[in-house]
């Protein structure tokens, strides 16, 4: 994934609490194979409203979203991060969120925002008065910004987490951190290998 420091965009005000994984992407999304193309299908299940917000002209192209508490409830379902990521948000900022959502979201490079309530009531305000307001995430300084309003918050991140998203470490990357000392150790152990059990082409080889 790629390094996160400064997000710079506007914001949908979502005022709904409770939002779960199921209502962020619907099973019926689940069969696909692949990584992308799922943002068609985000709140799809509320997009049949022409009312519903992310339907609304003015919030077309935002790339926050400002959601009530406990946004990512429920199963832990990666294609819930596939399909906002897809869309085009790059953060979401809710008072609270699900520990399994907010999880995968590290590991994808979509940052969480936790504010208090009255923050994001006010943030809610902001954004619906002018849709056009440009909206400020700093996850190095760890600070949401507002700066034509002269608003500005400050959230919390685990270290683990924002080293992660400052130097767009995935799994694979801390894995590879470690290279020289997995090298070492795979050339002195003794522990069985799975070397010499394939051929080129990545066929098993039989014993005779």
């Known amino acids: 994934m790629k390094p996160v420091r400064l997000l710079e965009g506007t914001a949908v005000p979502l005022e709904r609490s409770d939002v779960d994984t199921d209502q962020i992407i619907p099973s019926d999304w689940l069969k696909r194979v692949e990584r992308t193309g799922f943002g068609r299908g985000l709140f799809s299940e509320w997009r049949d409203d022409q009312e519903f917000v992310l339907n609304r002209p003015e919030y077309f192209g935002a790339t926050m979203l400002v959601a009530g508490p406990r946004f990512g409830t ?79 918050r400050t959230f919390t991140l685990d270290s683990m987490t924002r080293e992660r998203l400052l130097n767009g470490w995935d799994d694979i990357s801390l894995t590879l951190l470690r290279e020289d000392e997995i090298s070492s150790y795979e050339a002195t152990s003794d522990a069985p290998t799975l070397q010499g059990l394939f051929d080129q082409d990545g066929h098993v080889v039989l014993p005779h």
């Open 74 to 152: 429920g199963s832990s379902r990666e294609h819930a991060v596939w399909a906002l990521m897809d869309y085009g948000f790059t953060a979401i900022i809710a008072p609270s969120f699900g520990d399994i959502f907010r999880n995968n979201a590290s590991k994808q490079g979509l940052v969480i925002v936790e504010l208090g309530i009255t923050d994001v009531e006010s943030l809610w305000t902001l954004v619906k008065a002018d849709p056009s307001l440009l909206v400020v995430v700093d996850v190095e300084r760890l600070c949401v910004e507002v700066p034509s309003a002269g608003w500005e």
